[in-house]
C-alpha cells in the first residue's frame, strides 16, 4: 500500500468519525433526558478527538498505528435499534449508539477483508479494532444501566 491509499483510507475513517460527532451532538441537542444529554455530548467530544487522533496519522506512518482489539460480548447487537426520538430514554440512546459502533467497526472490518494487501488490511483491521473498543465501552455502560440488579 502505498502512502496516498494510506492518507485515502485514513481521510475515509475521518469522515465517518465526523459523522458520528454530527450525530452524537444532534441526538444531546434533542433529548431531554438530562442523563442522556450528557452521555451524548460526551460521546461527541469521544469522536472529535478521535478524529484528532486520526489526523494526526496523515503526517505518519499509517503502519505504525495499533489499536488494541476490546472484547465484543455482541451485548447490543441483537437488540433492537429504538427510534431516534426528543424523549429517548437513556437505555434507547446507549442501543443507538451501540448500533453506531457496531456499524462502522464491520464496515472496517468487511473493508479488511476484501484488501488486496497486508498492509490495507492491516490498517482496515486497526480501524475496526478501535471501533470495537468504542462499543465495548458502550457495552459496559448498557450492561450496567440495564441490569443493576447484578451489581
Do not use: C
Not at 69 to 86: E, F, M, N
Not at 92 to 121: C, F, H, N
Amino acid at each position: 500500500m502505498n502512502a496516498e491509499d494510506a492518507k485515502k483510507i485514513i481521510s475515509t475513517a475521518i469522515d465517518r468519525e465526523v459523522e458520528a460527532y454530527t450525530f452524537y451532538r444532534s441526538v444531546a441537542d434533542r433529548v431531554k433526558d438530562s442523563s442522556l444529554k450528557s452521555l451524548f455530548a460526551e460521546l461527541a467530544e469521544e469522536e472529535k478527538k478521535h478524529r484528532e487522533f486520526l489526523q494526526g496519522f496523515l503526517t505518519k506512518d499509517a503502519g505504525k498505528m495499533k489499536f488494541t482489539a476490546g472484547h465484543d460480548y455482541k451485548v447490543g447487537d441483537s437488540l433492537p435499534t429504538p427510534p431516534l426520538t426528543a424523549d429517548l430514554k437513556p437505555l434507547d440512546g446507549l442501543v443507538l449508539a451501540i448500533k453506531k459502533e457496531l456499524e462502522a467497526m464491520q464496515t472496517y472490518t468487511r473493508l479488511a477483508k476484501a484488501a488486496g494487501d497486508t498492509e490495507t488490511q492491516l490498517l482496515f483491521s486497526q480501524l475496526a479494532n478501535m471501533e470495537r473498543s468504542h462499543k465495548a465501552r458502550l457495552e459496559d455502560i448498557y450492561t450496567n444501566m440495564a441490569f443493576p440488579e447484578t451489581w
